[in-house]
C-alpha cells in the first residue's frame, strides 16, 4: 500500500490490531453471530442478492427493492472482511466468496454495475440522475473491495470494483460530463482505491468531484431531495472550500468532511483545512447531541439550525453517529489533537453503539434522547443502511485505537488489544490491557520496541480530571500534554510496562445555554458513558435525579460489567447505549435536578 | 472607523477601557513615570529627535545613530497616546505634540520621510535596498498617528503618515516595484491605516506584502541578514501560504503572522488560515519557553530548531514576547479559542513583563531562564527597540481584556476595568474586579446591559483547575466550557454581578520530554506565574527546590502584593518578572527537584 503523504497520521491497518477487549471483544463477537448473520439472512431475504442474479441474467424477473440497495450487499461484504481479520470464519468467508461470484457475474461488459439501472432503465440512464446513488453504491464496492483483499488475498471484487470504477470516471471530468454526488461516498472510497492501486487518477477524480460541489452544477439535477430543501441538502450550496456551517443531510455531509480530510492528508493541501476546522466547530459545538448523535431533523436527515436539539424528536440516525467517526479519525490524523479521538470515544460508547441491541439482532435507524414509550429496535428496515452500516463499523473498531505520525505513537482508544507497526524501520508492538468503559485502570505492554526512545502519546479523556501514570512501577511525573496528549519519552524496551489509572467517576453534563430543550436540565456521564432513565427500572418515570451520592452499582441482567447508577431515591440510570434492550417504556438522557 | 469583518472578533478599543487594577495599575503608572519619561530623554539625548531636525534643514549636520531609529520615536509617541487614553497628562501630550511639529516638518516635498535616507544618501537610494527598514520606520509613524489620533483627535501624524504611505505605495507593486520587507510590520500598519481610513487600497498593498514574501523577490536584497542564514531569517524562504515552522528573526516572524491574520480576518480570507495554525503549534509547542519567551539564538535573534531550549543563551527578545501578545491577539480573533489568550496571559506577566525594570526606568533586551549573575537590565541601548516597545505596549494592555464577536463578549484576562462596548445597537458597560496575578477572586458587575441576553464568556485559566461562578450571589450551575471559555447566558440587567473564584495555587511544570536542557527538573507557577530563584534571597543557589509543602508569602521589599515561594528548606522564589531589581546574582527558572 502507497505511503500516506508523512504529514497525515495514519492508523495501524486493521490486520495488525487484534482487539481483546472484554467490552469490544463481546460487542464484535455478537456482531458477528448476530449482526452480520442477521444482514446476510436480509440481504439475502429482501431481494437484494436475487437482484444481482436477475442483473446477470440469471433469475427472471426485474429489479426489487431501492436503487441504492447494492450498497447493503456491499457494506456486509466489508463487514465480513474486518470480522475476517478478527476471527477466520469458514462460513462467513465462503458466503462472502459466493456472493462475490454472483456481484461480479452481474457487472456489465463495460464495468457497469447498478443493478436498479441494468434492470430497469435504459442503458442511456445511466449517470443521467446524480441523486441515483450510482457512484455512492460503486463507493461502497470499492470500500468491501479493498477490505476483502485485506483480509482474504483475494482480488475478484477488487477487479470488479476497478473496473466499475474506471467506467464511472470515463463518463464524468472535466469536459465530459458534470458530476456531484448526490449521496457522497464515491470520495473516500474512491482514496481507498489511489492507496491500494496507487494510481493518482483516482485521488485527482475525488478532489475534482468535491470541487464540482457548490458551482452550480447540481442545480436541477433532483440530487438536493424535495426542492424547497435547496443545494444544501445534498452540501452543495457552497464550494467545499468555503464552507463554514454543517448543513443538510448529515450523513452526507460528513461522509464529504472525510474526503475532504483525505484529500488535505495525501495532497498536503491547504485547500479544505480552514472549512474543515468551521464544519467541525459547527458540528461539535452548535450541532451535536451529548450522545455525539448528528442531525436533528427526521425531515431532511440533517441539520435545522444552531443549537436546535430537540431530544424527543432527535432523529441522530446511527449512519450519521458512525460517519462522525470516520470524519473525526480523519481530522485527528491532520490536526494530532485529541479532541477528535475525543468525539470518536463519545460516538463509539454512546451514539453509535446505541444502534445495534444488546444480543446484535436489531436497530435503532433513529437515536432519540428522549422516548415516550413507543420507539423500539426493528430488526431490518427498508432503507437499511444502518445495520449494515454496523455491520461494517463495529467489527472495524480497531482502527481507532492507535496512530502513527512521524517517529510518534498515539494511543487514542483505551480498548485492549495487541498491534504491530512501524517506527521509521523498526517494528513497534505493544499490548494493551484496560476495563473501559467501565473501568478507569490500563496497562500497556512493550513487546518490541525498535531501538525505543520514540515519543508515546496517550490521550487524556476530556473526561478525566485526574489520573496517574507509573512506567515500570515508578510514578511518572515529567508530565507534559499537548494538544490532550500525554507524552512520554523513554529509552522503551521490551518488557516495560505503562500502567495508567484514569479517574473514572460521574459528572454531571450541561448543555450549551443556547440549547433551550434542556435549560435547567442535567445528563449524567460516567467516563465516557452517557446515562439515561428508562421506565423499565424507573416506574414512577419523573425524569428526576438526585445527583448528591449517587451509588455505582454492577448489574446481573445487562451484560457483564455494566455499571447502572443508583440515586438516594432509588432511581436508577443506565448507560444510553444499552437502553430498548428489555421492557419498553419511556427513556430520557436530560433529568431535572 | 470601518467596521471589521464581523468573522473576526474585535477587542474593544482602548478609550473604551479603563484598567483599574492593582497590579497593572501600578505597572501603567511606572511605565507612565518611568519608562516612558525615559525614552523622551533619551530619544533626544542619543540624536533621534535631532535627526529630524536635521532632515529638516533647522539644524546642520548629518545622521547620527543607526537607520531605523525613527522608528523609536514613533513607538514612543505611540506610548504616549495609549497612556493619554489611560490618563491625560498636560506635559506627555505637549511633548508629543512638540515632537510631531519637528517630524512633519522633516517630511520632503514628495511625502518621504526617513532620516537616514534624507540625510545620508542619494535620493535614488530610497527603496532601493529592502533591509533598510523605510517601510518598518513608516509602519511605526502609521501606528503612532492613529493611537494619536484616536488619544487627541490631532490628525497631524496621520496627515503626514498618510502622505508617506501613498509614496511608498507609489514605488512598489505589481508592475511597479517588487518589495519584500526585511523587517515586518509595515503590513500589520497598513492594515491599522486602512481601519483608520477606509481606504481599502492599503488592505491591498498589505496583502500584496505578504504574498511578494517566498518568491524569490527577496533574493539578493540583502534582506535576509548574513548571507549563510539565507531566506529563512526574513520569512522569505516560502510563500506565506505554506508556511508550516517558524524560522529566522522571532520579532520579524509574529509581525508577518500577525499580518497575516489581519488580513484572514478582515477580508474572510482562507488563504492563511492553515499556515498560522501550524506556526501557532510550531511557535507555541516546539519553540517557546515557559516564560513565552521566543527566539533562543542571539545569532539570528530567532529559531534554530524545534526543542532547543537553552536556558542561559535563552535570548527570548522582549520585542518578540510582545510581538507574540500582537500575534495571539489576532489568533484569537479569528478563532476564538482561549489558548490563545492563554498565551497572552503568559506574556504579560512573564516574557514580556520582565523587560522592564520595577521602577519602569531599566530593560532588558534578552531574557534567559538561567543567568550566572552577569545579566543585567540596562538604562538603554544602541539598538533600543525593547525599550520603546515596551513604551507603547504596556499602557496598551486594556485592549487585551475584553473582545466582542457577534452577539457574545469574552473576558479574556482578569485585570481590573471598567469597559464600555456594543452589542448589537445596544451599550454594554462592565466593571472588573480582580486581584489576579496574585488572587483568583474576581468581580464582574453590569454596568449596563442592553438588552441582556448576550452570551458571556469567561476564560478558564488553562491553570486553573478548580473554580466557581456566582451569579448574583447564587452559584452557577449551568457550566458549559467551548473552546476554553465557560458559557454563560442570562437576561443580563444592570446590578447583576458574576463572581469568579479561580483556585490559584503553586503548580509545578514539566518541559517536552524533546527539550534536552530541562530533562528531570521543574519549573514551579503559581496561577499565571513563573517563578526563579535568586542568588540574592539563595546564598547557596543549589538550583534545588523542595516542592512538598511549599509555603507562599506575601514581602514587604517587593511591589505590594507580590507572593513569594518558601520551600522546607528556606529556599525562596520570586516572580520571574521581577528578577534583577535588587542585588545582582544568579538566577535560575528550571530547577532539580
Not at 221 to 248: C, F, L, N, T
Request: charged share 25%; net charge negative; with cysteine.
Amino acid at each position: 500500500m502507497k505511503k500516506l503523504h508523512d504529514k497525515y497520521g495514519m492508523s495501524i491497518p486493521l490486520h495488525k490490531v487484534k482487539v481483546m477487549d472484554r467490552f469490544w471483544g463481546q460487542v464484535i463477537d455478537t456482531s458477528r453471530k448476530g449482526t452480520i448473520l442477521a444482514c446476510i439472512v436480509n440481504c439475502e431475504k429482501t431481494e437484494r442478492m436475487n437482484n444481482f442474479k436477475r442483473a446477470a441474467g440469471k433469475m427472471p424477473g426485474g429489479f426489487q427493492g431501492n436503487y441504492y440497495d447494492d450498497s447493503d450487499v456491499y457494506k456486509v461484504l466489508e463487514g465480513i472482511a474486518y470480522s475476517l481479520m478478527n476471527e477466520p470464519d469458514a462460513y462467513l468467508e465462503k458466503k462472502a466468496d459466493e456472493w462475490i461470484e454472483i456481484i461480479s457475474d452481474a457487472q456489465q461488459e463495460d464495468g457497469y454495475l447498478v443493478c436498479y439501472f441494468i434492470l430497469e432503465t435504459n442503458q442511456e440512464k445511466r449517470y443521467s440522475d446524480m441523486e441515483r446513488h450510482e457512484d455512492y453504491c460503486l463507493g461502497h464496492m470499492i470500500e468491501a473491495a479493498v477490505a476483502y483483499r485485506h483480509a482474504t488475498g483475494k482480488t475478484k471484487l477488487l477487479e470488479t470494483a476497478v473496473a466499475f470504477a474506471d467506467h464511472f470516471a470515463a463518463h464524468v471530468g472535466d469536459g465530459i460530463g458534470d458530476w456531484v454526488p448526490g449521496h457522497q461516498e464515491i470520495e473516500l472510497a474512491l482514496v481507498k482505491l489511489y492507496q491500494e492501486t496507487e494510481k493518482e487518477e483516482y485521488l485527482r477524480l475525488s478532489q475534482w468531484l468535491i470541487e464540482e460541489r457548490g458551482r452550480g452544477h447540481g442545480v436541477g439535477s433532483g440530487i438536493w431531495g424535495k426542492p424547497e430543501w435547496g443545494p444544501a441538502y445534498a452540501q452543495d450550496d457552497v464550494p467545499a472550500y468555503r464552507m463554514a456551517d454543517i448543513k443538510g443531510h448529515a450523513v452526507r455531509a460528513v461522509f464529504l468532511y472525510s474526503a475532504m480530510c483525505d484529500i488535505s492528508g495525501l495532497l498536503d493541501e491547504n485547500r479544505y483545512l480552514p472549512a474543515l476546522l468551521r464544519l467541525w466547530d459547527s458540528a461539535v459545538y452548535r450541532n451535536m447531541y451529548i450522545t455525539g448523535g448528528i442531525g436533528s431533523s427526521k425531515e431532511n436527515e440533517g441539520f435545522t439550525g444552531d443549537y436546535d436539539l430537540p431530544n424527543e424528536t432527535a432523529y441522530c440516525e446511527t449512519c450519521a453517529a458512525i460517519g462522525m467517526v470516520f470524519w473525526n479519525h480523519r481530522m485527528n490524523g491532520l490536526f494530532l489533537d485529541s479532541k477528535y479521538a475525543d468525539v470518536i470515544e463519545r460516538e463509539l460508547y454512546n451514539g453509535a453503539l446505541s444502534g445495534v441491541s444488546l444480543d446484535g439482532r436489531k436497530f435503532f435507524y433513529v437515536n432519540p434522547l428522549y422516548s415516550d414509550g413507543t420507539h423500539h429496535r426493528t430488526e431490518w428496515y427498508d432503507c437499511s443502511c444502518c445495520p449494515t452500516q454496523l455491520t461494517r463499523f463495529i467489527p472495524s473498531v480497531g482502527q481507532y485505537i492507535y496512530m502513527v505520525h512521524a517517529d510518534e505513537l498515539y494511543l487514542n482508544q483505551y480498548i485492549a488489544s495487541e498491534m504491530e507497526t512501524k517506527i521509521g524501520e523498526h517494528v513497534i508492538r505493544m499490548k494493551l490491557e484496560s476495563e473501559f468503559p467501565y473501568k478507569g485502570g490500563c496497562k500497556l505492554r512493550v513487546l518490541e520496541a525498535g531501538q525505543g526512545g520514540f515519543v508515546l502519546n496517550l490521550r487524556i479523556p476530556w473526561w478525566c480530571k485526574e489520573y496517574k501514570v507509573r512506567v515500570n512501577g515508578v510514578e511518572w511525573s515529567d508530565s507534559y500534554i499537548e494538544k490532550g496528549y500525554l507524552k512520554l519519552l523513554h529509552p522503551w524496551k521490551e518488557g516495560d510496562v505503562i500502567e495508567l489509572e484514569f479517574q473514572m467517576t460521574i459528572h454531571i453534563q450541561r448543555s450549551h445555554p443556547k440549547v433551550l430543550h434542556n435549560v435547567g436540565k442535567v445528563a449524567l456521564m460516567r467516563g465516557p458513558l452517557v446515562y439515561c432513565m428508562e421506565e423499565v427500572d424507573n416506574k414512577a418515570f419523573d425524569q428526576r435525579v438526585d445527583v448528591e451520592g449517587m451509588k455505582e452499582e454492577e448489574r446481573g441482567d445487562l451484560p457483564a460489567g455494566v455499571v447502572v447508577l443508583r440515586d438516594h431515591q432509588d432511581r436508577i440510570l443506565i448507560p444510553y447505549y444499552a437502553w430498548d434492550n428489555r421492557e419498553k417504556g419511556r427513556m430520557s438522557v436530560w433529568l431535572t435536578c
